[in-house]
């Protein structure tokens, strides 16, 4: 009967489900020798290391498979309150290890490789970095999906599956070329296509008004339209069961709209015409510096987010039939003003789609979002010309509009006629050229807005956004960066995980950062201080071998390694660590052969992309390669002082340089970095930070204690008296000395200096202030040595940096986040 036959399948499904792959050495081959045969299609007695790789990546994802359907079951069954985290960005790097790590099975599967005559170790070099974001904000919101994952919210990321990710940095003759990164070139392994998850995006059109149940009804009518396609990028928490999503959206052409236009009698050019929708998702804006207000940045935000949003209503739904519960079972994060749009996308929706009426969508929409602002000054605040929005999205310009006609009517009630504040606070510039201020549209449609290290969360209360503060001070909150231990310490730097967990007796802190503070009740112990520069040797030898490798430079392992690896930026100023190594070099040439012997050697490493259109930032790029080519090979300097630039810096590039740097700077002009975070990378790693008094530094200091860090420079208070005086100002002689040993062409290419050289000694220059900070820079520099050349002094400042950088685990972030913003609880899944 059907009704057994019915019985008899589901039996058997039940019976095929129990059957999880099962992680012992040889089912795990079993699993990569059948991926080789049957996914890459190679002989299983002959297949390379990239088609190990491959093949082992594709056995993972059949485990993180299982993980994430159980989690995305039990989530559904629940159905908790979730957490959506909407990012332009997300820097993955790689995920080899990363998976087998969080799942538990990395030795198993190493034992598994050698068995069958590979190397983990090499596999892992074969995977090419998902490079889907700029810098520090991307790899944020990678941090942050780490964390979530482990801690076990009930969170989704959601973003653009770029085609081309940050562009590859290629040097040549010491300058920067760009070549795009098509990573998706061989497959991705760690992504699965959903085919069947698709939304429409509309652009375009014209927006029509009717009437609908005796109320102004609303229609867009767009004139074009695009398909989103999901791709689901599992991520595995670290020693939990939960693996949660990251959909990312591609761009493909829209079977349904337009059709007539087939018939037209011009088949090929209709559908060439169509395949022009997948620009919309093929490439990452390079540029992390200016908002460029390109018409294609703005259908990328609106297309991730409509899509985005298409699919969280739906899934609400599946569960929930009182649209007004929405605010019960979702929470938006916005990553920086680039999803901004998103606000205005779901007032539209629940208005125009839902029937709902302005006040109830209003009063849904300002409650499910919060936004993190990741920006200091106003200049890189995004705007978008008001003829831009209309024309690609009609009908979202008009609820802006509508939005800001509301929200000056009430401050009108607060302010009466103050028109310079409501001018000020406007949504809309006015101008010759009206633009859409999208920082202001998210402070008034959000819940929370929140900055991203405590000086920064000030500076946005009395600077950036003061007239906000002063009417919504409740809105405002401080979340202060932090990185996830897994990947940044425990992962990439093994020795010195094993060392911290032998000597707290735990790998606890894996889970709890905070714990890395008992450390200190061993600084002084002779062996810890051993194994600790024995590990940190071990680093330096393998990032000296790279080195080598990429630049021909041979470098002691026994120097100071003293590195500088982020975008180049004039504010995070670069420059100036140019011109101390210059500095330093012209005092090494000036003294006597005996104190020579006295000098601490050197070896300045510089990495960093510049975006492709800063000719500023380029010409840094090729300063490091003149200076570096000069005192490299001259033999009067020998081993004391030798400087590399690393290219491409990326994040697998990280995980090899900040387990082996025994210094970092972090050198912005007080009050220009946000946070930054690579800094807390190396702090976790036992590296000493030189730093100014700004961003996230401020709180490190007070972590580990000032007597462990080097510190100089103006404050961000003083920062802009200073500036002021700038005309005034009469640079420090050592400063002349080293900017006109540039200029003079000493380092050759005198030609591309001296546009540079103006940037810092020109009349009214020096913006960003290295003329005023030099000397107290050659200060700290100095007390960097002396505190070098007493090893056991250098050990116990190192072993408290690690001790001191609980705080900076992202884990702590998400937590606040979840309590402070998100009013989320946490979805344990059963074994
Ligand atoms: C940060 C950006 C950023 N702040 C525009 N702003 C972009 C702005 O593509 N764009 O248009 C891309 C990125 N990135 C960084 O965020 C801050 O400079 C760091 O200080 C901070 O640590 C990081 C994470 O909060």
Redesign the pocket.
């Known amino acids: 009967s059907p009704a057994a036959e019915q019985k008899g399948r589901t039996d058997l499904l039940f019976k095929l489900m129990n059957q999880y792959l099962k992680n012992d050495v040889f089912s795990i081959q079993k699993s990569i020798v059948n991926h080789v045969e049957y996914t890459v299609a190679r002989s299983r007695f002959k297949f390379d290391d990239f088609e190990a790789y491959q093949a082992t990546s594709y056995s993972v994802r059949d485990r993180l498979i299982e993980s994430w359907n159980d989690t995305q079951l039990f989530f559904k069954d629940k159905d908790p309150k979730r957490i959506y985290f909407l990012s332009?960005?997300f820097l993955m790097g790689r995920s080899l290890l990363n998976s087998i790590y969080n799942l538990g099975i990395k030795d198993t599967y190493a034992e598994a490789l050698r068995q069958l005559g590979f190397d983990l170790e090499v596999l892992v070099e074969q995977e090419r970095d998902a490079a889907l974001g700029?810098?520090?904000?991307g790899r944020?919101a990678a941090c942050f999906l780490d964390s979530l994952a482990t801690l076990d919210y009930p969170a989704w990321g959601y973003g653009l599956r770029y085609e081309y990710g940050l562009f590859k940095q290629v040097i040549k003759d010491g300058f920067q070329h760009e070549r795009p990164d098509y990573w998706l070139n061989f497959g991705n392994p760690w992504e699965i296509e959903r085919v069947h998850i698709t939304y429409p995006v509309k652009f375009y059109g014209k927006v029509e008004e009717t009437m609908r149940d005796g109320r102004k009804h609303f229609e867009w009518i767009p004139s074009e339209m695009v398909e989103a396609v999901a791709y689901d990028n599992p991520i595995p928490g670290f020693d939990t069961n939960n693996t949660i999503n990251l959909r990312l959206w591609a761009a493909k052409p829209s079977s349904e709209f337009n059709i007539q236009s087939y018939d037209t009698g011009d088949y090929v050019n209709a559908i060439l015409n169509k395949q022009h929708a997948e620009t919309i998702s093929s490439v990452l804006?390079p540029?992390?510096r200016t908002?460029q207000g390109k018409e294609l940045r703005l259908k990328q935000q609106h297309f991730f987010v409509s899509a985005s949003l298409q699919d969280i209503i739906r899934r609400f739904k599946d569960r929930n039939d009182n649209i007004n519960d929405l605010v019960n079972k979702v929470a938006l994060q916005i990553n920086?003003t680039?999803p901004t749009i998103g606000v205005v996308e779901l007032m539209r929706t629940l208005i125009d789609d839902e029937g709902l009426d302005w006040k109830t969508a209003w009063g849904i929409t300002t409650k499910v979002f919060t936004f993190t602002n990741?920006?200091v000054v106003p200049e890189?605040l995004e705007k978008w010309p008001v003829e831009i929005l209309g024309n690609v999205l009609p009908r979202h310009l008009q609820i802006i509009y509508d939005i800001n006609f509301l929200f000056l009517e009430d401050l009108k009630k607060k302010y009466g006629n103050d028109y310079d504040r409501l001018a000020r606070m406007s949504i809309i510039e006015e101008g010759e050229k009206k633009s859409v201020r999208m920082a202001t549209l998210a402070l008034v449609t959000c819940q929370t807005v929140n900055g991203?290290s405590e000086i920064h969360t000030d500076l946005m209360k009395s600077m950036l956004f003061k007239d906000f503060y002063e009417l919504w001070p409740h809105k405002f909150q401080n979340k202060t960066?932090g990185v996830t231990q897994r990947r940044w310490l425990a992962f990439s730097n093994p020795g010195l995980g094993d060392i911290i967990t032998k000597w707290l007796e735990t790998d606890a802190w894996m889970k709890n950062l905070d714990l890395l503070s008992d450390l200190r009740k061993y600084v002084d112990d002779p062996h810890l201080q051993e194994e600790w520069l024995r590990v940190r040797r071990q680093n330096k030898s393998r990032l000296a071998t790279y080195i080598e490798m990429i630049s021909g430079v041979k470098v002691s392992i026994d120097a100071l390694f003293d590195v500088q690896v982020k975008r180049i930026h004039e504010y995070k100023r670069q420059f100036l660590n140019i011109l101390s190594i210059i500095h330093r070099y012209d005092c090494i040439k000036n003294i006597s052969p005996e104190e020579r012997k006295k000098v601490v050697p050197r070896v300045c490493i510089i990495g960093g992309k510049a975006a492709p259109g800063y000719e500023i930032a380029k010409k840094i790029i090729k300063l490091v390669h003149a200076v570096g080519e000069k005192l490299n090979n001259d033999p009067d300097i020998g081993h004391l002082l030798k400087l590399v630039f690393v290219p491409d810096y990326n994040v697998s590039v990280a995980e090899l340089v900040i387990p082996a740097s025994d210094l970092s700077q972090h050198i912005s002009t007080a009050g220009n970095?946000?946070?930054?975070?690579g800094s807390m990378k190396f702090a976790m790693n036992g590296c000493l930070i030189l730093g100014t008094m700004d961003?996230?530094n401020i709180e490190i200091r007070e972590e580990i204690g000032h007597e462990n860090m080097f510190i100089f420079g103006a404050r961000a208070n003083e920062v802009p008296k200073l500036r002021a005086q700038r005309k005034e100002f009469q640079p420090p002689r050592e400063f002349r000395r080293v900017v006109g040993m540039i200029r003079n062409g000493v380092f050759g290419h005198q030609e591309h200096f001296q546009a540079l050289c103006d940037t810092v000694d020109g009349q009214g220059e020096d913006l960003y202030l290295l003329g005023n900070d030099f000397l107290s820079y050659l200060e700290a520099q100095e007390a960097v040595d002396k505190a070098f050349a007493d090893r056991n002094r250098w050990a116990k400042m190192s072993i408290l940096s690690t001790a001191g950088s609980g705080k900076f685990s992202s884990d702590r972030t998400m937590k606040e986040y979840a309590e402070q913003s998100w009013d989320i609880q946490t979805c344990k899944r059963p074994l």
Do not use: C, I, P, Q
């Open positions: 332009m960005e700029n810098g520090g904000l944020l804006y540029d992390d908002y920086d680039h990741h920006s890189v991203v960066n970095e946000a946070s930054g975070t961003g996230a």
